[in-house]
């Protein structure tokens, strides 16, 4: 075990866990706004990543260039979701509305196996193909530009959550919805914005993933998995939190996968989880 | 007299057990007492998961776990061992007990969210140590040798002994859940789902309590286990350990009612021949058709009757009271709310 493995393993970690940020950042944005786990996330990124592929198969638009389109569209699929779905379920109990994501979920992955069947599609030739070499370092085109923009992106959500109105808007109401009513904000609209730019993260992480990941209807139920416990151990109601976490996450994913057996890599990520939360009940940044 | 007091109270229940008893006198055909099996192995697991959900007020997302563990200690115990099933079938709820009762020491320090989703990562381990692991059929999973009508090996070629076990399973498992509630250790898990905080100031050992709720619903969950696998005489880690599984009790006894002692059977009865039915009609060419009609039902159910099942009957005893007697109607209409376990304040999902 020389220098480089261990730069090649800790690079290609941050990377992935780059993704999983975006991802568990839009989950977290939900889950902060409205105390409530999304169990459609993963199902909106694989919608995301059919988005892309279609674009390229049909129109010949390469995920790269996709990106915008993708966002835009699954922004307005959150919003949608929420308007059609979550709201009417808002005053409920909480199950229920635990009950309509993931019935939502089940519904999205069978109406993509019905409409594109369960195979696995990939996109050949994207722009992003083949590797860089950076001495002995090895990394995937997709892979890095991937990483590093999901990692700016989500990087940029925390900065407009934290300094402009809109953000101010989207934190007051998850800290008290009353209040944030009395002081003239909309929370009806803030949810359906928390929605749709939370839907937009996945979308946008999917469109990125669609460059160098199989496509297929289930892809979505592993990231789900792994956002959620992201979020959980970096702490619930922290973005910051979930930004460390999936890097590390990332970095104990691809690590477990070189050294010991890549078919372990998801059991250590869930036990790396039980260890810290049972040292840690309130994650690594959360408030309780 | 005194019996006929006591029928009038326990009517609901004697006229259940006398129509499960007959039932399969009336369901004649192979795939309705299949129908009657399946509601009946999924009420045992909704009444196990109840005991820790409904009572303790903890969400458990990971009961597969228990229910592999149950089947693939009996199975193993028969294929690898030749112990006879009916034999093994005890060896498991004894394993998943003590499992549960190790991880429930460490993992009630946590609350809400963190707490499912520990329950999550320990079933995703669990399957992914099983798809792993040759020596007990990896990923393409277990064959039951088959032995022809045999109550010692739990197997029988018709479905009307299978489905007589279901219900002792499942009365079995009711009798636990009614004794638990009634007991002693009841009152403290209602202290604790209710009130945690003021249950600690009582001195309720919180974190004992609740292993100890965690333990007897992972036993019941593995004899089910145990049951099904003698049942459908084949397991995988994908069909019992995957995320699906586990969510699918939690679905059933929420559609039922949580925290109600026949809230399982309803959700079952109504969900279980859904998914059923929707699968053998739906599923021909592979498509998911089934899948699909079955999720937009859920979020359609979700959407417009948001309280569960045994929230609509209440609704419809109240109108129906209220119509008759519209002096009461004030009163009648500040009913408690169902029961169900109280908000945390976690921002937890229940």
Request: aromatic fraction near 12%; glycine fraction near 12%.
């Amino acid at each position: 075990m020389d220098f480089a493995g261990g730069a090649q393993v800790l690079l290609g970690g941050l990377l992935t866990g780059c993704i999983y940020a975006l991802v568990a950042v839009g989950l977290s944005l939900i889950w902060g706004l409205m105390g409530l786990i999304n169990f459609a996330h993963g199902d909106f990124l694989m919608i995301g990543m059919y988005t892309s592929f279609w674009a390229w198969a049909l129109f010949r638009i390469d995920p790269l260039f996709g990106l915008p389109l993708t966002g835009a569209l699954l922004f307005v699929w959150g919003v949608l979701v929420y308007y059609g779905i979550v709201r009417r379920v808002l005053t409920a109990q909480r199950i229920a509305q635990v009950f309509a994501t993931f019935g939502l979920g089940l519904a999205l992955r069978s109406a993509a196996q019905f409409l594109w069947t369960p195979n696995y599609r990939m996109v050949d030739n994207p722009i992003l193909g083949g590797v860089i070499r950076v001495g002995s370092v090895s990394l995937g085109k997709a892979h890095l530009v991937g990483g590093l923009t999901a990692y700016l992106l989500a990087l940029g959500l925390y900065y407009m959550i934290v300094k402009t109105d809109i953000g101010r808007a989207l934190s007051a109401t998850s800290a008290d919805k009353e209040t944030a009513e009395l002081m003239g904000i909309d929370t009806d609209k803030v949810f359906a914005l928390g929605w749709g730019l939370g839907s937009a993260c996945v979308g946008v992480g999917g469109a990125l993933l669609a460059s160098y990941y199989y496509i297929y209807p289930d892809v979505g139920l592993m990231f789900s998995t792994i956002a959620s416990t992201i979020v959980a151990l970096g702490g619930f109601g922290s973005i910051p939190g979930a930004l460390v976490a999936a890097l590390i996450v990332g970095v104990v994913q691809t690590s477990v996968s070189f050294f010991l057996a890549p078919a372990l890599k998801l059991a250590m990520v869930y036990l790396f989880y039980l260890i810290v939360v049972v040292c840690r009940p309130q994650g690594l940044m959360g408030r309780w | 007299m005194r019996y006929a007091g006591w029928l009038k109270k326990n009517l609901f229940a004697v006229v259940l057990v006398a129509a499960a008893l007959v039932d399969p006198l009336i369901l004649r055909t192979s795939f309705l007492r299949h129908l009657s099996i399946m509601v009946l192995i999924w009420a045992t697991l909704g009444t196990a998961w109840n005991m820790l959900v409904g009572y303790a007020g903890q969400v458990s997302l990971g009961h597969g776990l228990f229910f592999g563990i149950g089947a693939y200690t009996t199975t193993l115990l028969f294929v690898k061992i030749g112990v006879p099933p009916s034999i093994g079938i005890l060896a498991g709820p004894i394993l998943a007990a003590t499992v549960a009762y190790l991880m429930g020491l460490p993992l009630f320090r946590l609350s809400g969210f963190y707490f499912s989703i520990a329950t999550i990562a320990s079933a995703e381990i669990g399957w992914i140590l099983f798809t792993n692991w040759d020596w007990a059929g990896g990923a393409r999973g277990l064959f039951v040798p088959l032995k022809g009508d045999s109550l010692v090996h739990l197997q029988f070629t018709t479905k009307v002994p299978y489905y007589y076990l279901a219900l002792l399973l499942f009365g079995l498992s009711v009798y636990a859940a009614h004794r638990l509630a009634s007991s002693r250790a009841g009152y403290y898990f209602r202290a604790i789902r209710d009130d945690p905080e003021a249950a600690v100031s009582l001195g309720i050992n919180i974190r004992k309590f609740k292993a100890v709720a965690y333990t007897f619903s992972a036993a019941i969950t593995a004899l089910a286990g145990g049951f099904y696998a003698n049942y459908v005489l084949y397991i995988d880690p994908d069909s019992m350990m995957a995320a699906k599984f586990s969510t699918q009790i939690c679905l059933l006894t929420v559609l039922g009612g949580v925290g109600d002692m026949w809230g399982p059977l309803i959700g079952a009865s109504v969900l279980i021949p859904l998914s059923e039915t929707t699968r053998v009609f739906l599923s021909g060419r592979g498509r998911a058709v089934d899948l699909l009609v079955y999720g937009s039902l859920i979020v359609a159910f979700a959407v417009f009757q948001p309280k569960g099942l045994i929230g609509l009957t209440r609704d419809v005893l109240t109108r129906a009271r209220r119509a008759m007697a519209p002096a009461t109607a004030a009163i009648a209409t500040v009913e408690k709310p169902p029961s169900a376990p109280q908000d945390t304040g976690q921002g937890g999902m229940i």
